[in-house]
């Protein structure tokens, strides 16, 4: 069973900066392409931001030019710098392959932009 610990979260102010981590028990290179997914509060999951393997990054719309995701295979580990945080960016963050795997998901890290 792969076990995948999302962390870094927390409750920021709009304007703020977070760095999350996700650290994988299984070697991500094998798997390819790692994501970033979001949940906001009564909403469905959805996709922010993936990286392939070698390192093509696609993010949506809505965090273009703020969020930055980065892998690093030999840690099993894939990063999300975000800046610019706004209220609307508040979601449990989860990390999976892209597109996900079902024994892939962890619990996530809240991440909360309040003043």
């Known amino acids: 069973q792969v076990q995948v610990v999302e962390s870094g979260g927390g409750l920021v102010q709009p304007g703020g900066s977070l760095r999350l981590s996700c650290a994988a028990s299984?070697?991500?290179?094998?798997?390819?392409?790692m994501g970033w997914y979001r949940q906001p509060p009564g909403k469905e999951r959805e996709l922010v931001v993936a990286?392939?393997?070698?390192?093509?990054?696609n993010y949506a719309d809505s965090v273009k030019g703020r969020f930055t995701i980065s892998r690093d295979n030999a840690k099993n580990t894939v990063y999300l710098q975000m800046n610019s945080l706004k209220p609307e960016d508040t979601a449990v963050y989860y990390c999976?392959?892209?597109?996900?795997?079902?024994?892939?998901w962890g619990q996530g890290t809240q991440v909360t932009v309040s003043s």
């Open positions: 299984a070697s991500i290179l094998d798997i390819g392409a």
């Open positions: 990286i392939t393997r070698g390192g093509y990054r």
């Open positions: 999976n392959a892209n597109p996900p795997l079902r024994g892939w």
